[in-house]
């Protein structure tokens, strides 16, 4: 299945104001990895995220999709492959409707009309948001935008999921349903988050970015509870792995 790797060689990238925001990211994620991108605000997540569906080009380095190099030549078998939901749903949902929203890549792909209705049926009722399936997406609330973002990029079937914060805004339950659809999801999954608690129940592997760099790849369990690797990169540790502070105050064991 090498056609679900995802490899990054020393990739570099400034933006057009001279900013570094990569400076050498290298790693090789293969078939089925579920891989938590985290780092502090401003480390180049969503720098780096953008470069493996081809929004963003390396200034220097490369991206290999499966066997495929990233360029503007192999740029649409990459977007065939590759499905990113963004970090602000407004840059995802344009169409008048949440239905034609999610329908937009389906129908692009040429399917016939049937299997675009059942793809959208399918892919707005995972993410418990077949009710809205007339609303226009620009009256939705931030929550049930992002849930309908996910759809839309669950409906082309893509081999490999990139997720740009995908559980910011949700509530309790919206999130809970986002994990567990990622855990039953097969493929390679790539998840730039700052909920290190999602990172932890997800994703056996994550790579810490710190200022444009890889500071850390490895074992969530070993990086998130290693105060050599979460201090200097700006991270704490995950919620759940804290204590309950009312237990701490009264002395009971959390
Ligand atoms: N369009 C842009 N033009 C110039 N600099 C940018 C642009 N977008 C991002 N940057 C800069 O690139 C660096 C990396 O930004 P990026 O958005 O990738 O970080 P991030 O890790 O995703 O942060 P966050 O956790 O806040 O989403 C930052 O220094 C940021 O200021
Ligand atoms: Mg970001």
């Given at each position: 299945m090498s056609h679900h790797i995802v490899e990054a060689t020393d990739v570099r990238y400034a933006y057009s104001?001279?900013?570094?925001?990569?400076n050498g990211v290298s790693f090789r994620i293969t078939h089925g990895e579920a891989v938590a991108i985290v780092g502090a605000n401003g480390a180049g997540k969503s720098t780096l995220l953008g470069h493996l569906v081809g929004w963003l080009s390396p200034s220097s380095g490369t991206i290999r999709i499966g066997d495929t190099i990233l360029t503007q030549q192999t740029l649409a078998i990459i977007r065939r492959t590759v499905g990113m939901v963004f970090q602000e749903p407004d840059d995802q949902l344009f169409m008048p409707t949440v239905f034609e929203d999610v329908a937009f890549g389906p129908v692009n792909m040429g399917l016939p009309h049937d299997q675009v209705h059942a793809r959208v049926a399918s892919a707005l009722a995972t993410v418990g948001?077949?009710?809205?399936?007339?609303?226009?997406?620009?009256?939705?609330s931030g929550g049930e935008k992002r849930a309908v973002a996910i759809a839309t990029v669950l409906?082309?079937?893509?081999d490999i999921l990139v997720m740009d914060?995908?559980?910011?805004?949700?509530d309790p339950r919206a999130r809970r349903r986002l994990i567990a659809l990622l855990m039953s999801f097969e493929h390679t999954r790539i998840i730039a988050t700052h909920d290190l608690d999602l990172a932890l129940e997800l994703c056996p592997r994550t790579i810490v970015l710190h200022k444009g760099q890889v500071a850390a790849d490895g074992p969530t369990a070993k990086l998130l509870t290693d105060p050599a690797v979460l201090e200097p990169c700006g991270l704490e540790k995950p919620l759940s792995l804290q204590g309950c502070p009312v237990c701490a105050a009264t002395g009971r064991q959390s």
């Open positions: 104001d001279g900013t570094s925001a990569l948001m077949e009710h809205l399936a007339h609303r226009p997406p620009y009256h939705l409906a082309m079937s893509p914060e995908p559980s910011s805004g949700l």
